[in-house]
């Protein structure tokens, strides 16, 4: 990866995505996780002039899950955007929601990092390494959990590769 020339453009948008459902005694820690990973990020020159932007999804909870989100968006000094389902639908659905929204109201030169908002995942940690992929050329990072004890994977995709898939579940 040291050898790929960095292509990022000033004042590029970054999209942080991620949906949950009954995660309100943990929903606090896991945006703070995020907020933390962007600070980080601000710190290379690449990321400068990068606005990102954290588009939140509530699947119906039947917790107060929704309503800490809401609290900590008021808080959170960025831009922040948050939906909240009116019933469940489950995060494969809620997850291709989200992707569909960013890939028809964002511009092509966005970036879509996508997190899990529980606590399985240390969203900081993806955020780090995700988003310092984002300058060598990759248009969208996936963060995913593998069934190994306290391992986590992140496994980055072209924007295109995410349009294929998204074509191929509708």
């Known amino acids: 990866l040291s050898q790929i020339k960095p292509i990022m453009r000033p004042n590029t948008k970054i999209v942080i995505i991620g949906s949950a459902y009954n995660e309100a005694a943990h929903i606090i820690k896991s945006l703070e996780n995020i907020k933390e990973g962007i ?12 606005f990102f932007h954290i588009i939140l999804l509530d699947d119906a909870s039947s917790d ?3 309503q800490k989100i809401l ?3 008021s808080q959170a000094g ?18 291709k929601e989200m992707y569909d929204y960013i890939l028809n109201h964002c511009f092509n030169d966005d970036y879509i990092i996508k997190v ?3 606590l399985d995942v240390n969203n900081k940690e993806a ?4 988003g310092r992929l984002i300058p060598l ?17 992140f ?3 072209r924007r295109g590769d995410v349009i294929r898939i998204l074509s191929n579940i509708a």
């Open 71 to 73: 609290e900590w968006q």
């Open 127 to 130: 955020i780090q390494k995700l």
């Open 64 to 66: 107060q899950t929704y």
């Open 137 to 153: 050329g990759f248009d969208a990072g996936v963060g995913i959990r593998v069934a190994q004890a306290d391992m986590t994977y």
């Open 155 to 157: 496994e980055s995709i």
């Open 39 to 50: 600070i980080y990020l601000r710190q290379y020159h690449e990321f400068k002039d990068a």
């Open 78 to 95: 960025l831009a922040v955007s948050s939906f909240r389902h009116e019933r469940n639908v489950g995060a494969v659905y809620s997850t």
């Open 116 to 118: 899990d908002l529980d």
